[in-house]
């Protein structure tokens, strides 16, 4: 079918008008027809032994000029061949009607000619000049040749036949073509009507890009003074004694978290709409889960008078899920049921398994019309009731609906106004495993506590460590250095500033910011890097897309923190990175002047041959700092200290490393893998853990 639609295509063009595309294909079919018709006699009568000289000629002819004719319309030469096509037909006819085939009435067939004129000419006389063309070369050659006699010609009745055919098709055709004219019209309307449409749904979908730019852009300018907020009056809250004065920070301290809270749903729905957001998928109890959940609302409800109860009659399973992601979103839906039902009302949190696991929300607040059911998962959309009008900014659950479908779960509503409301949250059963009972591995706790012992011993006074803060802001600088008021703080204002400090004295540790004039932190990093400077290099910034943090990320810094950041989350971070940079300049000040030439002596072959090794080993659960010291011929000491002199990074470290970016290969190769399969292909025993482990380092989309 479609070959055919091709074929009665030759000689169209895009720019035709519709008219014009379909007497291009009437014609080509005629041409077909005819060309058939002609090669078809040429073989039945040579195949017959009928075929003599002039029919020979006669019908070659017709299939030079019918090919001829298709040649034209190839050639976009329509109206020309629609000429010889007229002529073509008239003078076939005429040489068969009084020649060839005498006597069997083809004088007939001459009605075609006014016919094909009215679809192939717009002109009047073209067509009743070809009717009576048509009656001419029907009764006149008879005349001259009497071919029929008078009594069987019938004269009056081919008139009256010729000229009712052709006013019938002609008054159809008019018919067809005002039918069409009119199709036309109404087809520009319908496209001009989608042409508007399409500018008005782009349009809208400019005003929502730049309304969610709008909110996140100001979500990312408002991190910086809740971050002050947060930080001074915490300090506040430990030095301050009168009661009242510890209640009101309080309630700035639990304002400032929800204003948070609300930066985070943006910014989140914001990576969602762009497909940004990766989820890091962590094995958590369920039970664990929503009974921390009843916990944190129990004592909001109590308060408001509202009786909240958690069910949950399932066996001890766990779910992959990410866990501040996903415990957000059903605090959204938790705080929307707390909002919506009135005093001595009830919630109720509940868990069931039968053939999937189902989490539910149910109270007997206002409810939600079926109108709106859709609606409320929409960002921004809000259901018009008396709560509405004062308070809310309708993103909560746009969120957590956004959240919920991102971690492969379904989030569904069913509400009775007045009566009922119930928000279920269905979680297949691939995402669902038996909870593993134990307790941490007594080798793991013990390395634990030598590493800690370890730091210990190599953290000197806190007063002798110098750090530089490069940020613009001057409230953030402040902050950070009452934060460390036990180092010695020396402050720049942009990654230029910064340079010039780092040029004039020694530093055990930088903290910078990435947005800044000047400079900003990704120069000022780069620049560090290219210095070749060994100290740990902190960035705390309000800018938490994965495209700064991976450009940060990749020059090699220790720590990225988004505003607002934990105190005790940039102490801890500083103190464990100096530590570790303090490690491995202790190794390389261990050795003396004769051993250092010897450690970099055949540094590269080392590498290659390491390598090698923890490569052909990786699939081998039991591989490990021994196995590998045996097969490059050291002892164990010699090969940490090897390693850390030229790497800084342990051998447990090197093959730790070698596993991950083996199974980061194997997964892009096979996104279906299973995770206890990849574990396996890498040499490794949990495989949850591993998963985790290699989602976090390669920012995996799950």
Known sequence: MHQIQRI?????????????????????????????????????????????????????????????????????????????????????????????????????????????SLFFFDKKYIHYGLLILALAAFYIPNLYLNVYPEEYFGYLNVLFLFLGAFLIVNYFKNVNDKNERLLKKEKDKVLADKRLLEKQQKELEELNAFKSRFFINLSHEIRTPITLIKGYSSKLI???????????????????GHVEDIMSDLLDLGKLESDKLILNRETVNVLTCTTKLFTDFESLFREKQIEFEHKAEIPNLSIDIDAGLFNR??????????????????????????????????????????????????????????????????????????????????????????SETVFSITIPEKYISLAEHGSEPATRIKQAETSQVAEAELKPSLESKRIL?????????????????????????????????????????????????????????????????????????????????????????????????????????????????????????????????????????????IKAHIEQSIQDRNFGVDQLAELLHMSRSSLFRKTQFLFGQTPNELIGEARLQKARLILEANPDIRKKELAEAVGVHNSTYFYNKLVKRFAIRT
């Open 8 to 116: 009665l295509k030759v000689g169209t063009h895009p720019s035709d008008s519709d008219k014009e595309t379909k007497r291009i294909k009437i014609l080509n079919l005629a041409i077909y027809v005819s060309l058939i018709h002609s090669v078809f006699f040429l073989a039945f009568d040579y195949l017959t032994a009928t075929l003599d000289l002039e029919k020979s000629v006669a019908l070659s002819i017709e299939t030079l000029l019918y090919s001829s004719m298709l040649l034209m319309q190839h050639l976009r030469q329509a109206k020309a061949a629609r000429l010889l096509f007229t002529f073509t037909v008239f003078t076939t006819l005429f040489y068969h009607s009084n020649y060839a085939f005498q006597g069997y009435y083809g004088e007939y067939q001459y009605i075609v000619v006014p016919m094909f």
């Open 238 to 256: 430990q030095q301050q004694e009168n009661e009242e004065n510890l209640e009101s920070l309080s309630i700035i301290q639990d304002q400032a």
């Open 329 to 418: 979103a059903l605090h959204n839906i938790l705080n929307n049921a707390w909002k919506f039902t009135p005093r001595h009302g009830k919630v109720t949190l509940g868990v069931s398994f039968t053939d999937r696991l189902r989490i539910t929300i149910t109270d007997n607040g206002i409810g939600i019309p079926a109108s709106d059911h859709d609606k409320v998962f929409e960002r921004f959309y809000q259901s018009k009731n008396h709560i509405t009008e004062s308070q809310g900014t309708g993103i909560g659950l746009s969120f957590s609906k956004n959240i919920i479908e991102a971690h492969g779960f379904e989030l569904s509503l069913r509400s009775v106004p007045d």
């Open 469 to 609: 803060i490069v940020e613009d802001n001057k409230d953030m600088r402040k902050y950070l250095r009452l934060l460390l008021k036990d180092y010695s703080i020396v402050e720049a204002n942009n990654g230029e500033e910064g340079l010039q400090q780092i040029d004039q004295g020694l530093f055990h540790a930088v903290i910078t910011d990435y947005m800044m004039p000047v400079m900003n932190g990704v120069e000022f990093v780069a620049d560090l890097k290219k210095q070749g400077l060994k100290v740990p290099i902190i960035v705390i910034t309000a800018r938490d897309d994965d495209k700064g943090k991976l450009n940060m990320l990749r020059l090699g810094i220790d720590a990225y923190l988004t505003k607002p950041f934990l105190e005790d989350e940039l102490l801890a971070c500083l103190e464990h990175s100096m530590a570790l940079y303090e490690a491995v300049e202790a190794h390389e000040g261990g050795a003396s002047k004769d051993e250092i030439p010897i450690l970099e002596l055949g540094a590269e072959r080392f590498n290659t041959e």
